[in-house]
């Protein structure tokens, strides 16, 4: 007999060059990284990749990135501090201060979200927040945005009605006072996202979507909402 069996293997969803997410081939998957996490001043820290990547090139890159952000911010929290030397002899409320703390959202499928939450207070009623996400392939070292994840005008659309029904919902149990007129579509360019093991979460910042009162708001898109047409 000439017959030749195949193993199939168990694929959840291809992404963007030949990303391959959950696959039983030991090829194909990839252990978490293992990181510490550093602090570079009071408020500002970041993660420093210890293992889990094997290309060093790659992982000192991730690593520099990680400690560009947290070395901006101190930047930042110097500049406030001198300001409110001069601030605080007109009665201006303080102190001024930027800080920023990391959150390794995802770790998984070969795959790293790594997001850093933004603190800055330059006086007013209260300090001002922002979440910055840096997504990783862990093998080639690839950052992604959301662009490289939603492909397509139609695959976009998708993920706007999907995203819109989940606030009508959210507002109409009470959990949120989203301002469903003014948002009209996710941003590819610029917008906030991580990964989750089924999808991506968007991250809507303050105001952007809600008032101050509800945060940062992230909300989950699975992966067949917008690209189960997608070869």
């Keep these: 007999m000439n017959k030749r069996w195949i193993v199939p293997l168990i694929v959840c969803f291809s992404l963007l060059s030949g990303i391959i997410f959950a696959s039983v081939s030991k090829a194909n998957t990839c252990p978490p990284v293992k990181y510490k996490i550093q602090q570079l001043s009071e408020g500002i820290s970041y993660p420093l990749i210890t293992s889990g990547i094997d290309d060093q ?124 007129d003014s948002f009209k579509s996710v941003d590819l360019k610029h917008g906030q996202f991580y990964f989750y093991d089924h999808g991506i979460v968007i991250v809507f910042q303050e105001y952007e979507v809600a008032p101050y009162s509800n945060g940062i708001i992230h909300l989950k898109v699975p992966y067949h909402v917008f690209i189960e047409d997608r070869e």
Excluded at 61 to 80: G, L
Excluded at 135 to 160: A, C, M, P
Excluded at 166 to 175: A, P, V
């Design 57 to 180: 090139q790659i992982m000192d890159e991730m690593n520099r990135v990680f400690r560009k952000h947290a070395e901006n911010v101190q930047k930042t929290d110097k500049k406030y501090k001198e300001q409110y030397t001069h601030d605080q002899l007109i009665g201006t409320p303080g102190p001024y201060y930027a800080h920023t703390q990391p959150t390794v959202r995802f770790n998984s499928n070969c795959l790293l979200s790594v997001s850093f939450i933004d603190e800055s207070y330059t006086g007013g009623a209260h300090g001002m927040h922002y979440e910055k996400v840096y997504n990783y392939d862990t093998r080639s070292g690839r950052q992604y945005q959301l662009n490289d994840i939603i492909h397509t005008k139609k695959e976009l659309k998708k993920v706007n009605a999907y995203l819109t029904k989940q606030m009508i919902k959210l507002k109409n149990e009470g959990r949120y006072d989203f301002f469903l």
